[in-house]
C-alpha cells in the first residue's frame, strides 16, 4: 500500500501563482498527485476569508475559494486533523521560533501565524506517518529551518551588530522540508501542464514567481533552466 502524502500551501505560494494567472497549475498537479494539497485555517483566512471583504481583492480570493470548493485544495480535517491541536502546537512553534535569536536580551521577531501553522500541520502529519513536505516563497522560515546559519549571517549584517541564538531551538526546527512557488512551475513546465508553448515558457515563469514574491535568485533560475 503507498504512503500517504500531502503538500502544506503557504499564503505566499497560493498568492504568488494567483497574481501570475496560474491558479490551473494546482488543478493539473493534483490531478497527477497521488495524495492532499492541504492549508490551514489560518491560511484560509489570509488568502480567502479577510480578503473576501476588501473589494480589492475579493475577485483574487474567490478563485482561490473556488480550489478549496472543489476539494483541490484541503483542509486538514480532511486527514483526521482538528484546528485545535494545530493552534496549540502553532502557539508553541510561534514563541519558539521568535524566541531564538536575541541581541543582549530583547528577541527578534522571525516569523508569523500563517506560515508558523504550515509547520504546526507538518508536524503533526509527520506523527500520522503522512509524508509532507511545505510549499513556501518565504525566505526567513526556510532559512531557519534549512540554513540557521545563513539567516544569522543575514541578521547581523542587517542589524550590524552581534546576534546569539539558541542552538536547542535551531536543532527543533531542522526537520520541516520545502518547495517553493519556482519548484511547483517548474514541475508543471516539465510534465506539460502549462497551456503556453513557446521556447521562453520556462524562463517567463520562473520569473515571474520571482517578481510576484519568490525568493529564488537569477543564478537559481538559469541553474533551474540548464536542468
Same mark, same amino acid.
Given at each position: 500500500?503507498?504512503?500517504?502524502?500531502?503538500?502544506?500551501? *503557504?499564503?505566499?505560494?497560493? @498568492?504568488?501563482?494567483?497574481?501570475?494567472? =496560474? =491558479?490551473?497549475?494546482?488543478?493539473?498537479?493534483?490531478?497527477?498527485?497521488?495524495?492532499?494539497?492541504?492549508?490551514?485555517? *489560518?491560511?484560509?483566512?489570509?488568502?480567502?476569508?479577510?480578503?473576501?471583504?476588501?473589494?480589492?481583492?475579493?475577485?483574487?480570493?474567490?478563485?482561490?475559494? !473556488?480550489?478549496?470548493?472543489?476539494?483541490?485544495?484541503?483542509?486538514?480535517?480532511?486527514?483526521? @486533523?482538528?484546528?485545535?491541536?494545530? !493552534?496549540?502546537?502553532?502557539?508553541?512553534?510561534? *514563541?519558539?521560533?521568535?524566541?531564538?535569536?536575541?541581541?543582549?536580551?530583547?528577541?527578534?521577531? =522571525?516569523?508569523?501565524?500563517?506560515?508558523?501553522?504550515?509547520?504546526?500541520?507538518?508536524?503533526?502529519?509527520?506523527?500520522?506517518?503522512?509524508?509532507?513536505?511545505?510549499?513556501?516563497?518565504?525566505?526567513?522560515?526556510?532559512?531557519?529551518?534549512?540554513?540557521?546559519?545563513?539567516?544569522?549571517?543575514?541578521?547581523?549584517?542587517?542589524?550590524?551588530?552581534? @546576534?546569539?541564538?539558541?542552538?536547542?531551538?535551531?536543532?527543533?526546527?531542522?526537520?520541516?522540508?520545502? @518547495?517553493?512557488?519556482?519548484?511547483?512551475?517548474?514541475?508543471?513546465?516539465?510534465?506539460?501542464?502549462?497551456?503556453?508553448?513557446?521556447?521562453?515558457?520556462?524562463?517567463?515563469?520562473?520569473?515571474?514567481?520571482?517578481?510576484?514574491?519568490?525568493?529564488?535568485?537569477?543564478?537559481?533560475?538559469?541553474?533551474?533552466?540548464?536542468?
Amino acid at each position: 500500500m503507498a504512503k500517504e502524502k500531502a503538500i502544506i500551501f *503557504d499564503a505566499g505560494t497560493i @498568492i504568488t501563482l494567483s497574481m501570475n494567472g =496560474l =491558479l490551473d497549475v494546482f488543478r493539473e498537479l493534483k490531478k497527477q498527485f497521488n495524495g492532499k494539497f492541504l492549508i490551514t485555517e *489560518d491560511v484560509e483566512y489570509e488568502i480567502i476569508k479577510r480578503p473576501l471583504k476588501i473589494k480589492k481583492f475579493e475577485l483574487g480570493a474567490l478563485r482561490i475559494k !473556488q480550489l478549496l470548493d472543489e476539494k483541490v485544495l484541503e483542509l486538514p480535517s480532511s486527514v483526521g @486533523i482538528k484546528d485545535s491541536i494545530i !493552534q496549540e502546537k502553532t502557539h508553541w512553534l510561534l *514563541d519558539t521560533a521568535n524566541k531564538t535569536f536575541f541581541v543582549k536580551e530583547k528577541y527578534i521577531h =522571525l516569523i508569523d501565524r500563517g506560515e508558523t501553522s504550515c509547520l504546526a500541520l507538518s508536524e503533526l502529519l509527520s506523527k500520522k506517518g503522512i509524508e509532507n513536505v511545505i510549499s513556501i516563497d518565504e525566505r526567513t522560515t526556510r532559512m531557519l529551518c534549512e540554513k540557521p546559519e545563513n539567516l544569522h549571517k543575514l541578521l547581523e549584517t542587517k542589524l550590524h551588530t552581534k @546576534i546569539r541564538f539558541k542552538k536547542e531551538n535551531l536543532a527543533y526546527f531542522s526537520k520541516f522540508r520545502f @518547495i517553493r512557488s519556482s519548484e511547483l512551475v517548474y514541475i508543471a513546465y516539465k510534465k506539460n501542464l502549462v497551456n503556453l508553448k513557446n521556447e521562453n515558457v520556462l524562463d517567463a515563469l520562473l520569473y515571474a514567481v520571482k517578481y510576484k514574491g519568490c525568493s529564488i535568485s537569477r543564478n537559481e533560475i538559469e541553474e533551474m533552466k540548464r536542468l
